[in-house]
């Protein structure tokens, strides 16, 4: 997530060794994601691309079920080399610092809150796969990306989750709104992760300021004076304050993903444990790309058009806890059930986000952290 989350989100990976909730896009630091190694016999590398070598440069949550890439390999004579500089946030930093002699060929997880700025910063090389999913990852293309620099492969809902049995056991009935978070019954219950220092904390940031406008600062100031707590990353929030993430957390309303409540369906249960509040989502869209000057643009084409593909797309929803993009594969059975998206998410305008972003974490800072 991913940003990714998250994961991002993000867990991905992780979720494989732990039944617990689910992250998608992936975080602006190291501490919001758990440690995800890519699921690829190559290893990471620097930019020093062969014709026969591709090298991929994504974050910290990428993962893929064993022997994907190497099918990739076997069908193309390509091997594909994975590097991951950290996080999302540090991901399109990495981007932009060496563009003029970038980490590899192809980016995967650039998703739509960091999108513009590696746009501006031309990190990317126009590229318009032909693969069967190009035309569904057009229906999410970003607002602005005229030269179609970026191609969607996932997608997911960042949205308040909580925990049933907390709220069966104290009998207190579900918040349902970002509003009735404001309500003093549930005071000290609210955990979120940082927005400096995390995707998607900041995509929880932009929430707030699509549903409340110009009155976003003065409700962060009502969640602060209703018990708020701000934790440094997802994987914080998530495993260590929230009752319902495995770790007897005391707080049972957490920022995580529509993805995660089907992964607490505890063994030989029938419902997941946890619940999305689809009423509080906000979209995270995540891109590949060829990046600008590769040594090996070819090949990064080549693989872009591989994650649009079937056994790629089929293989996401397991592996890196979001929604593909194409429409031809089937969704695990639990996510039909237990993690619907939602139907009318919030969102933020990318050219918005590109000119506010500063502004916006800098007031975050100084009304919730002083």
Known sequence: MASTLAHRRTLRAALSLVPIAA?????????????????????????????????????????????????????????????????????????????????????????NAFASRALDEGVLAPYTSAAPAAGDAATHALPGDDEGALTAVDYGDVCLNVDHA????????????????????????????????????FAFLLTTV????????????????????????????????????????PRPIVLSYASSPPSTVPEGGTEPTTGALLGTCFRQVEYAGVLANAQNPSGAQQLIDFLLSDAVQADIPGSMYMYPVSTAVELPQEWQQWAPLAEQPFEVAPDEIAAERDTWLEQWSDTVIG
Request: negative net charge; glycine residues 10%; charged residues 20%.
């Open 23 to 111: 992250l998608a896009a992936c975080s602006l630091t190291s501490t919001d994601d758990p440690a995800a190694p890519p699921s690829t016999s190559a290893s990471a590398g620097a930019s020093s691309s062969t014709p026969g070598t591709v090298t991929l440069v994504t974050h910290d949550s990428f993962a893929l079920a064993d022997g994907l890439l190497e099918d990739f390999t076997a069908s193309t004579g390509i091997t594909v080399e994975v590097v991951q500089p950290g996080d999302a946030g540090t991901l399109v930093n990495q981007l932009v610092l060496t563009k003029d002699a970038p980490l590899g060929d192809a980016v995967f997880g650039i998703d």
């Open 166 to 201: 907390w709220f069966d056991e104290h009998d207190v009935p579900e918040p349902e709104t970002l509003d009735d978070l404001l309500d003093p019954q549930y005071e000290d219950l609210l955990v979120v992760p940082n927005p400096v220092t995390s995707s998607p904390g």
């Open 210 to 249: 699509a549903a409340s406008s110009d009155g976003w600062q003065d409700y962060w100031q009502g969640l602060v004076d209703n018990g708020l707590k701000v934790a440094d990353g997802w994987s914080d929030a998530y495993f260590t304050d929230f009752s319902g993430g495995g770790g007897d957390g």
